[in-house]
């Protein structure tokens, strides 16, 4: 059996996010552009911009790899190469249950950084996720990630990199490299999976720049309130 490297950006969110920007064609385009060989768009609570921006992904010559970033009652949870959302507002354990039943890979993104929604240290070891995110291109610092960087080596996590890319400019910043058991024409979202699960993986990345990453903050903390007030108006719980 051959075996083939390839980039992926397991974090980026579409305009289907509210705090996402840009459709899924543009993020396509744009990590073809730049050399990437996958992107997973992680919607907020929703997936399907992500399945079509999956089943479009061949038309730019990149893997078509969907997903999600669920919310769950310990943080946020991606669920990586699943095709359906995940009930939100559950036990962190019950959520990674749920994506590997449901043939994908559940990996906990900027972990400890609560502010984010990241889980803690103890809620992600009784949950035992298929990785953790060690490299998130968003942090003001190096603190957070050098932290999950640590953790996951210390407990035995995959490590990640993702760029949670909220448009265009920033896809790509963060990337895992990926080696998978197969030959490169019959590359699919199950051997991405496989290939998280058995921890085949390198990070790359670099921080988006400290003032945008503040702009960014509280652009998205404005979103974040509408669409919280919308969650409630329509009876659904707010995201944690």
Not at 56 to 79: C, D, K, M, Q
Not at 89 to 102: F, H, M, N, T, Y
Not at 194 to 206: F, H, K, N, Q
């Amino acid at each position: 059996m051959g075996r083939t490297t390839m980039r992926v950006d397991p974090h980026v969110h579409s305009e289907a996010s509210y705090d996402g920007r840009d459709p899924p064609e543009l993020l396509l385009e744009q990590a073809a552009t730049i050399g990437l060989d996958a992107i997973v768009i992680t919607d907020h609570d929703r997936i399907g911009a992500s399945v079509r921006a999956a089943n479009l992904a061949p038309e730019f010559g990149l893997v078509g790899i969907p997903g999600v970033e669920l919310s769950t009652a310990a943080g946020h949870l991606l669920g990586i190469g699943i095709e359906s959302c995940p009930p939100a507002g559950q036990p962190l354990v019950d959520s990674v249950r749920w994506i590997r039943e449901a043939g994908g890979a559940a990996v906990v993104p900027h972990p400890f950084q609560r502010t984010r929604h990241g889980a803690r240290g103890k809620q992600i070891v009784a949950a035992e996720p298929d990785g953790i995110e060690t490299y998130n291109a968003w942090l003001f610092t190096g603190y957070r990630n050098r932290r999950a960087a640590s953790f996951a080596r210390r407990d035995g996590y995959t490590a990640l990199a993702g760029s949670d890319a909220h448009s265009v400019a920033t896809v790509g910043r963060a990337f895992t490299e990926l080696t998978v058991s197969t030959q490169a024409d019959r590359l699919g979202s199950s051997q991405v999976v496989t290939a998280i699960r058995d921890g085949a993986t390198r990070i790359e990345g670099r921080r988006v720049p400290f003032h945008r990453a503040g702009a960014h903050y509280l652009k998205g903390a404005a979103r974040k309130g509408i669409y919280t007030l919308q969650r409630l108006g329509a009876g659904i719980s707010p995201i944690r």
